[in-house]
C-alpha cells in the first residue's frame, strides 16, 4: 500500500513520492478503509485472505487477522465507532470480528445461499446490510442482528440480474443506495424500526450501464440546494456526477434533510484505539455549509512518518514565502522573462499578419466570385 497527502490547498505539482509505503500482504490489496474515529488507522485485505490493520503514522503494521477467512474477502465494514468489522467473503459467511481481540463475535453461514459475490455493511444502529443472491440466482437484501443471526430482520428479494449490488450507507438519514454492476439505475431504501424495516423509496434510470460508483461524503454536498447524495459513476469512457436533491421551496437549512453529521477531526489517536478505547465519531452541523479545518500535526509516541508533509502546508512555509518571493527577483530570472515576452510579441506580429493576409485573400476570392 501507498499513502499520499494532498497539500491543505490542493495539488499545484504532481506527487511523484508517497508519504509512506505499507508492506505487509503477500498478494495484491483490494480493500482498504480508514478507520470512522481514530486518526491514522488504516484497514487493508488482500488476495492472501488477510486483514491488516496499520498505524499509518509510524508505518506499522500492528493488527494481521491472517487465520479467520479460508476463502477470499469481498469486503469489510467498520461499525459506527470502529471497535468491531464485518466480513463477507466467497464462502458464503458473513463475520462480526472484534479486530483488537482478534476474535470472531459472530458468525453467519450461508448468509445469501448464490454463489455469486456478497456485501455486508454495519449500519449506525449496530445492525448489518447484505446483498447478494439466491440458490435461483434471484438479487437479495438482508438485515441482520449481529447478537442473533440465525434467522434475517428482514430478506428481500429484488430481480433475476447478475449484477453485483453495491450499498451505498448514509447514517444520518438512514437511506441506503443499491447500485449494480452493468445496471442503469440507483435503487433506494429507507432502515427503520418498523416493519418491514428495509423500505423501497424510488429508483433513478440512466441510459448508460455503469463499470463502478463512488460515493461523495455528507460534508461535501451542497446544502443550499437540498443535495442529499452526490455519486460518481464511472462509464466505459467518463465519469458523471448524479446528483440527488430533495425539492423544497423554503430557501432556509432544511434541519430534517441534514442533521449533524461525521466531521473530519478524529476522537481518538491511533495509540489510544490500540490500547482498547473507543469513542463515537464528532458530530458538525452543516448550517453553514462545510468550513474545511487547519490541517493538525499528528501526534503519535514515535517520529510520525506523516509530518514529511508536501511542500505548502507548514507556517513556516508561509512566513518564509515573502522572503523567497524576493530572492527570485534576479538578474537571471528578469533575462528569462524578458526573452518570454520578446517570444509573446513575436507570436502575436505573426498571427496578425497571417489575419491580414487571409483578410487579402477572402477579397480575392470574392472578386473571383462575382
Request: net charge negative; hydrophobic share 35%.
Amino acid at each position: 500500500l501507498q499513502v499520499w497527502q494532498i497539500p491543505e490547498n490542493g495539488l499545484t505539482l504532481s506527487l511523484t513520492e508517497p508519504v509512506v509505503v505499507l508492506e505487509g500482504h503477500s498478494k495484491r490489496v483490494g480493500i482498504v478503509a480508514w478507520h470512522p474515529t481514530a486518526r491514522n488507522v488504516l484497514l487493508s485485505a488482500g488476495c492472501d485472505n488477510a486483514i491488516i490493520i496499520w498505524n499509518v503514522g509510524t508505518g506499522e503494521a500492528l493488527i494481521n487477522l491472517d487465520d479467520m477467512h479460508v476463502d477470499m474477502i469481498y469486503n469489510v465494514s467498520w461499525n459506527r465507532n470502529g471497535s468491531l468489522i464485518c466480513t463477507a467473503s466467497k464462502d458464503k459467511k458473513v463475520r462480526v470480528i472484534d479486530p483488537r481481540k482478534q476474535e470472531i463475535v459472530a458468525e453467519k453461514e450461508k448468509t445469501h445461499e448464490g454463489a455469486r459475490p456478497m456485501r455486508a455493511i454495519f449500519l449506525a444502529d449496530g445492525n448489518i446490510f447484505t446483498t447478494g443472491f439466491s440458490r435461483m440466482s434471484e438479487r437479495q437484501l438482508a438485515l441482520w442482528n449481529p447478537k442473533n443471526m440465525e434467522e434475517p430482520i428482514a430478506l428481500h428479494e429484488m430481480d433475476t440480474s447478475n449484477g453485483v449490488l453495491l450499498p451505498f450507507y448514509d447514517p444520518d438519514t438512514n437511506i441506503i443506495y443499491l447500485c449494480g454492476k452493468g445496471d442503469s439505475s440507483i435503487r433506494y431504501f429507507e432502515i427503520t424500526d418498523e416493519s418491514p424495516y428495509v423500505h423501497y423509496l424510488n429508483t433513478f434510470s440512466s441510459k448508460e450501464p455503469q463499470r463502478g460508483m463512488g460515493f461523495m461524503p455528507k460534508r461535501g454536498l451542497d446544502v443550499n440546494k437540498c443535495e442529499i447524495a452526490r455519486f460518481f459513476k464511472l462509464h466505459e469512457r467518463k465519469c458523471e456526477p448524479i446528483i440527488m436533491t430533495v425539492p423544497r421551496k423554503s430557501d432556509l437549512f432544511q434541519d430534517d434533510l441534514y442533521p449533524d453529521t461525521a466531521g473530519p477531526e478524529a476522537a481518538l489517536e491511533a495509540e489510544e484505539w490500540f490500547e482498547g478505547k473507543n469513542a463515537d465519531p464528532l458530530l458538525i452541523s452543516l448550517k453553514h455549509g462545510y468550513i474545511p479545518g487547519k490541517n493538525r500535526d499528528l501526534k503519535v509516541v514515535k517520529k510520525n512518518i506523516l509530518d514529511n508533509k508536501p511542500a505548502g502546508n507548514k507556517k513556516s512555509d508561509l512566513i518564509n514565502a515573502p522572503k523567497k518571493a524576493a530572492d527570485a527577483s534576479n538578474p537571471q530570472n528578469d533575462a528569462k522573462l524578458d526573452e518570454i515576452l520578446k517570444e509573446l510579441k513575436s507570436i502575436k506580429d505573426t498571427i496578425s499578419n497571417q489575419d491580414e493576409r487571409i483578410s487579402k485573400l477572402e477579397q480575392q476570392m470574392a472578386k473571383i466570385a462575382d
